[in-house]
């Protein structure tokens, strides 16, 4: 009981060893072109999956505070963009 325990608390861990152990086992899966895709789920998808965690884990009280200065950027930026025309 005591080592599933353990097994629980380290979760993470115990899957980072598992994909190290894997990838050194089959290494075709992650190269470029290979099942994965790494040239496309690195590039976007991690990339999107970490931002989206970072806006969820946001207090939403940071956020309000910050939402009453996007009209005017939206708008400076607008008016900004006509001057070259």
Request: include cysteine; hydrophobic fraction near 45%; proline fraction near 5%.
């Amino acid at each position: 009981m005591r080592l599933l325990e353990r097994m629980r608390k380290e979760w993470f861990l115990i899957g980072i060893v598992l994909a190290i152990a894997g990838a050194k086992l089959e290494p075709s899966i992650g190269v470029n072109g290979g099942p994965l895709k790494p040239e496309i789920t690195v590039s976007y998808i991690a990339v999107a999956t970490i931002f989206f965690n970072s806006g969820l884990s946001l207090n939403t009280e940071a956020a309000d505070s910050r939402l009453h200065a996007s009209p005017c950027v939206f708008c400076s930026d607008i008016n900004q963009g006509s001057w070259w025309k």
